[in-house]
């Protein structure tokens, strides 16, 4: 039986159509794989299902029932839930009150029972969190747990999950992929959105493909491949990049000497980290999200102040320098949150300028046609598909990382800290921000990528440090790693002693 039919979902935004005539169905107990670039039209179609848009044409059925969902509530009382790509947390309340926010009885809250039904319920699902932490004190990560429990918490019947394993280390997955069996067995049908198409074949049983707002088609995972599902997304037959054998490597550009930071709850969230990037590598920085990344990435940035320890770029002393001497030192960056480093409401151009504005200023006052000709010239080179004149917030993600690029990597820097550069990005826009970086480590610039995607380190890095509890564990060459072994090292459970550790 059906769980949720979508029949002839149309949806337009102006002159867009986003949703064209879309057919989706879910079976019950079933695990269905939504695919597609960015833009291609999953997050429209899962946002009118989930009553946050509503369809111009089309209708949904629910349990065989044709259902009108004007608002998310209405949806999770038909049983829908979904954890959203953008989080829709409040950051000021505690786990618990966020998980239990809107699904409370009477009006009397008793912080104490919310905290234990919810350390019970992170239990039962197997979601690692604290019931008492405040969200605003929470890693991307974190949150996005967070966000998974507040749907299960709520004993729904159809999950829409976007990305949910891209804070899990190999281990973790595969508990997460009993319980996602455990609850399938129960009845639970799920909509798994992933870019990771080796978890969409380990766990889903159909996978719909989307492309330019229209259904390319719906197989069975029996009867495809990894091969066939990319081409599906993105129209070609060849995906995947990797190392382009070695790169001749020079001089350390990045040192780091027994690097300490406190978190924004003052405790010690990096604790005597050293490390060094040299000229023409990738040096992978793997963990579990929550371990320590954000802050030495804050560190880096010059937006965190170290406790202790010493930032050395090109042997000057950056240790407690601000954002713009990390940049006059020739330090590009990719922070993890895209959106957080762009300013909605201006321009693509505009937004491609922001930490050179010194240089497109005469007399005070901004160039504006040097600026738009700046924005055409990038706009071109990193195939980014908007006007120079165009919002940001109108982009897909896909583009807004690709201005991200542009914006680091047109000041020609020495030194790129990439932070999760690749997190929620299709297989072509994926395969477009990897080409770039292993571009820049080609003509010797040293990199420093920090991602939670193992095969991601893996297919990049050099060599791959692992980081668990604010700690180093140890520095590995990327040709000798296994993901076993790295999953152990970002569990804590093993650690490479210093005469087994390249650096």
């Known amino acids: 039986m059906l769980a949720i039919q979508m029949r002839g979902i149309t949806k337009r935004f102006g002159p867009v159509l986003a949703n064209d005539r879309i057919d989706f169905s879910l079976e019950q107990g079933e695990i269905h794989a939504l695919l597609g670039e960015n833009g291609a039209g999953k997050t429209t179609l899962m946002r009118i299902l989930y009553g946050l848009y509503h369809a111009d044409q089309g209708e949904i059925l629910v349990d065989g029932h044709l259902a009108h969902i004007p608002s998310p509530k209405e949806a999770i009382t038909l049983g829908i839930g979904m954890v959203a790509q953008h989080f829709t947390l409040v950051p000021p309340l505690s786990v618990a009150e966020n998980v239990v926010l809107g699904y409370t009885k009477g009006l009397r809250f008793d912080p104490g029972a919310a905290q234990q039904h919810v350390a019970e319920a992170a239990a039962r699902f197997g979601i690692k969190t604290d019931p008492a932490a405040i969200v605003r004190h929470l890693s991307v990560g974190e949150c996005q747990r967070v966000e998974i429990l507040k749907a299960l918490y709520r004993n729904v019947r159809a999950l829409i999950m976007d990305e949910p394993t891209s804070v899990l280390v190999p281990q973790e997955v595969d508990v997460l992929f009993e319980t996602l069996e455990r609850l399938r067995g129960a009845g639970l049908s799920v909509i798994f959105i992933s870019h990771k198409l080796n978890e969409v074949m380990a766990v889903c049983d159909r996978i719909t493909v989307l492309r330019q707002g229209r259904v390319v088609g719906t197989v069975d995972k029996a009867a495809t ?16 990049v990797t190392r382009r054998g070695e790169s001749p490597q020079g001089e350390a550009r990045l040192r780091l000497e027994s690097l300490s930071a406190l978190d924004r709850k003052g405790l010690p969230a990096l604790k005597e980290v050293s490390l060094e990037v040299r000229a023409g590598e990738i040096l992978g920085l793997a963990g579990v999200s929550g371990n320590g990344q954000a802050e030495l990435a804050r560190v880096l940035a010059g937006t965190l102040k170290p406790t202790g320890g010493r930032i050395l770029v090109d042997n000057r002393d950056l240790t407690g320098a601000d954002p713009t001497c990390f940049l006059v030192a020739g ?12 300013i909605g409401e201006l321009s693509v151009a505009e937004n491609l300028v922001l930490e050179c504005l010194d240089e497109f200023t005469r007399n005070g006052l901004l160039d504006r046609r040097r600026v738009r000709q700046h924005g055409e010239q990038l706009i071109a080179e990193y195939q980014i598909k908007a006007q120079p004149t165009d919002r940001m917030r109108t982009l897909s993600g896909g583009n807004v990382q690709k201005v991200v690029l542009a914006r680091a990597l047109s000041s020609k820097p020495r030194v790129i800290l990439a932070s999760q550069p690749t997190r929620g990005l299709d297989v072509g826009a994926t395969e477009y921000v990897r080409d770039k970086l292993l571009e820049q480590r080609d003509q010797g610039v040293a990199v420093l990528l920090i991602s939670e995607d193992l095969d991601e380190a893996l297919a990049l890095s050099d060599r791959i440090a692992v980081i668990y509890e604010g700690r180093i564990m140890g520095v590995i060459p990327a040709g000798e790693a296994s993901k076993e072994q790295l999953g152990m090292m970002m569990s804590g459970a093993w650690e490479v002693t210093r005469g087994e550790t390249e650096n």
């Open 225 to 240: 491949s990894q091969i066939e599902l990319a081409c599906m997304m993105v129209g070609r037959e060849t995906f995947g």
């Open 331 to 342: 330090v590009g960056r990719i922070p993890e949150e895209r959106h957080e480093s762009m």
